[in-house]
């Protein structure tokens, strides 16, 4: 049989078995690359649940990650970590944290301002916003921002070897008060504070530019967005994990704790933001390692793992 007739066969035969066109339309539609490309266009339920793009791909990284972090608690590995965090010298330094913090050329932000806007009404009101109208934010609302999501709010009195010394803790919860997420400013529209890369560093409230001379991220091109302006928010903040700060104590565990933490400063960012009068939205579609090369993060033991723009929005 020639191909023609095949094709032709084919066409007929297709056009008797309705159900068939429709179950290739759908596997088509559900993504762009078949799991069986090779042999067929039509892809089983479970693949398409999957989204595998490969059948030499055995499952999901994440997937890999949970059964392993649910094994872990009972790791000998993890007893001893957490046991070792108990040492002098790792309660020495996490008490001595301030010190990571860079003083040269860091910008001193104002005092946050104390939002008075009742919780429950700015629970309710909080919505995911996408109509950036490109107005400046004032520096002290990017300050008020960032102390609610990450800023210092207490401390933890410990003794070490008869002396004294205290763990500042923060506005979100952290696995073992270690902090392995750093937030990055990404500057586009702030009355007072040139377009750049900026991270924030809580213990003193200030921004510490990451680039010598303060130069403007094209958010548009670290982003995958089709209902959104990147350009005309005020700021957009970035979310840095620093695996080796928390994954030392708590192995595989590290990487879940920091997610939840991200959830926890996430929260209370959107929280402030409303109160004050934003709109912001979080973006899953970045480009997470064209945004840590221009960034400086070396993508192996400091990941981007999330993007939210906050600016005003339209009238
Ligand atoms: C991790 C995460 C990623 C998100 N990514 C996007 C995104 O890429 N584009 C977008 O428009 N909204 C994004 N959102 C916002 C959600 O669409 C939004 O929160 C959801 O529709 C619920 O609406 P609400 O926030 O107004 O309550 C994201 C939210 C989260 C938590």
Known sequence: MSLKDSEEALSEYLEQQDHLTSIATFGQHHTSVSVYSTTTVVRAPEAVVRGRWSPAVDGFAGEQLLLNHRRSGRDLGM??????????????????????????????????????????????????????SGRPASLNDLATVLWHGQGITGSLPVTVQDASAAVSLRSAPSGGGLYPIRLVVLAQHVKGLAP?????????????????????????????????????????????????????????????????EVGGISQNIHLARTALGLIACDQGGYDKQALEKTLGFDGTSRHVVHFTLVGHGEA
């Open 79 to 132: 007893q001893l970590g957490v046991s070792r965090y108990y040492a002098h010298d790792a309660v020495l330094s996490s008490a001595h944290a301030d010190l990571r913090e860079r003083e040269d050329g860091a910008i001193t932000l104002p005092g946050h301002r104390r939002l008075k806007t009742g919780l429950t009404s700015t629970v309710v009101a909080r919505r995911s916003g996408r109509q950036f």
């Open 196 to 260: 750049g890369a900026y991270e924030y560093q809580p213990h003193s409230h200030t921004l510490y530019p990451l680039h010598r001379i303060p130069m403007p991220v094209d958010l548009a091109a670290h982003l995958w967005t089709a209902d959104v302006e990147p350009g005309k928010a005020a700021f957009a903040l970035v979310y840095v994990y620093d695996l080796y700060v928390n994954s030392q104590k708590y192995g595989d565990s590290g990487l879940v704790f920091a997610l939840i």
